[in-house]
């Protein structure tokens, strides 16, 4: 009788999935999956914190828009990978954890790494968490656990594999691997709603569409730039769905954020189709700045719990965005508008304006740099098809004043759970499901520490990513807020000394350079990409400076 372990049977099943790559850590517990992944040659991306495997299953999930895959050993592996299922799970990324665990034979018998109870643990932070008790149930638990994540709405899974189901042996002639494993069938809104959109559009004089990360989900771009053209509506994107409508686009208007400049002005949105958008910290919260409270809301989100969740939608659509665009495309009353230019005028012109107001910064001559003048020669040396990863705090915010994208899904950065130091991890991610695209993670001082060691993860493996470290010596956003709340004189655990952090890299084989001119930062970035190979650039920036979108969230807070 030919026989099957536990371990190949869960890697059969990833691969009737089609997962071409998976990233992890070894523990003992581990084993019989690793050297499955081998013998199938799927390759495995190891890590050097379980952390940055959880991210980089993230950033591969985000940018391939496809599912994740992280292992993690019992104990300290599945601890390490917390943080990266909470963003998973409040960012909806589909990704399938997978954690070794003590034998079920040895239960409750103070054995190595055991004594905590990791489905418990991951259950608040998974659309599913499950421990595999019978090896024979393994493709069908497998197959269940990869269907939750990657049907709509999207999220992490945990699949929690004892040591002794995973070296089990089966008879190899009673297994069968499920096929078909991903789910495409996409809401589509009942015609009735999609009456009601149109008809409250039709009333609009100054109407917005804002996407947010459900439109990018399922892939709407397409139908999106129609219905926009058509219609004349200008739109605001938050960062999944950046460049969805090309950032060079006459109608875009720009990040959530940019919806402020708007309340200085007497022409605010009257009608806001929000596709896949999740209202909160992007859009901030309750307060008006950026959607008006009097403007009428057609909601559409494929999660009924988003809807009026911090607005109330005069139409609701609990449906997928493309489908819902494409409805929209086809009622023969959205084939005649109003005029709306006047209005994309009035956008356009703010704009302009903020990118003058902000364009004074780039004349300062002297050290030290001043963040906009780093980003600024970031987005202008940065190849056309590049993923950018924005991690830090204040940097990425200023990464939003700059950032020009052509394809969805390259801005990978912050969702709710705000975790700073998690860009090395996404980035590791983001070059793998794209092997051939440049990707830059932008991160901050204080950021790049936490995982600084997957700079010999990118060694080791050939992943060419740049990183750019936006140094002020500081965890600058939390010094910022201690200087605001308690005081300039009460300034403490927020600075960071003079690291030499490009040293560090260079220490794990990457190439190292180190910036404190605005002029050698341009020809910097450039040589990074032409080099073939992972680089970290260690930019010397002025702490003083706080990001426009940053002061716009204190301001709510005075
Ligand atoms: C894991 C984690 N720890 C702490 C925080 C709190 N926090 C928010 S912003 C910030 C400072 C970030 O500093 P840095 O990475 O240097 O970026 P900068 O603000 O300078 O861009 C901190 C510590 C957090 N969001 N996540």
Sequence with gaps: MATITGGEL????????????????????????????????????????????????????????????????????????ITSMANAYLDRTPVLYLSGSAALADAESNTLQAGIDQVAIARPITKWAH????????????????????????????????????????????????????????????????????????????????????????????????????????????????????????????????????????????????????????????????VPAGAQLIHVDVDAREIGRLRNAAVAIVA????????????????????????????????????????????????????????????????????????????YHWLNEVIRQTRAGSYITHGFLGAVGFGLGLSLGAQVAHPRRPVLCLVGDGAIGFTIAEFDTMTRHGLPIVAVIMNNRSWAASQHFQEIVSGRDHVLGTRLGDARYHDVAAAFGANGAHVTKIEALGPAIKAAFASGKATCINVEIDLAPIPPEIELLMARHN
């Design 320 to 395: 997928d965005s493309q489908q819902t665009l494409r409805a929209l495309n086809a009622h023969p009353q959205a084939q005649r508008w109003s005029d709306f230019k006047a209005w994309q005028k009035t956008v356009q012109d703010a704009k302009s304006a903020r990118r003058k107001h902000l364009a004074e910064l780039l004349t300062r001559s002297a050290p030290p740099i001043h963040p906009y003048q780093a980003v600024s020669a970031l987005a202008d040396n940065l190849p056309e098809d590049a993923i950018v990863v924005g991690d830090g705090a204040e940097a």
């Design 10 to 81: 869960v890697v059969r099943t990833l691969l009737g999935a089609n997962v071409r790559h998976v990233f992890g850590l070894h523990g003992a517990h581990l084993e019989t999956i690793f050297q499955s992944l081998a013998r199938h040659g799927v390759p495995i991306i190891d890590t050097r914190h379980e952390v940055a495997a959880g991210h980089a299953a993230e950033g591969y999930a985000r940018a391939a828009r496809t599912l994740g895959v992280a292992m993690v050993t019992a104990g300290p592996g599945f601890t390490n990978v």
């Design 131 to 290: 421990q595999i008790t019978t090896p024979a149930q393994i493709p069908r638990l497998v197959a269940q656990a990869i269907r939750l994540a990657t049907s709509a709405p999207t999220g992490p899974v945990l699949l929690d594999l004892p040591i002794d189901v995973l070296t089990a042996a089966l008879d190899e002639s009673t297994v069968r691997i499920p096929q078909n494993l991903v789910l495409d069938s996409p809401a589509a809104p009942a015609g009735s709603l999609v009456e009601r959109a149109i008809a409250l559009l039709m009333t609009a004089k100054r109407p917005i569409v804002m996407v947010g990360p459900g439109a990018w989900q399922c892939d709407a771009g397409d139908e999106l730039r129609a219905f926009v053209e058509r219609a004349g509506i200008p739109v605001f994107s938050d960062f999944q769905s950046h460049g969805l409508l090309p950032s060079s686009h006459p109608l875009y208007g720009g990040t959530y954020h940019k919806l402020a400049d708007l309340s200085a002005t007497d022409a605010r949105p009257d009608v806001v189709l929000a596709l896949g958008v999740r209202f909160g910290l992007f859009t901030m919260g309750v307060s008006d700045r950026l």
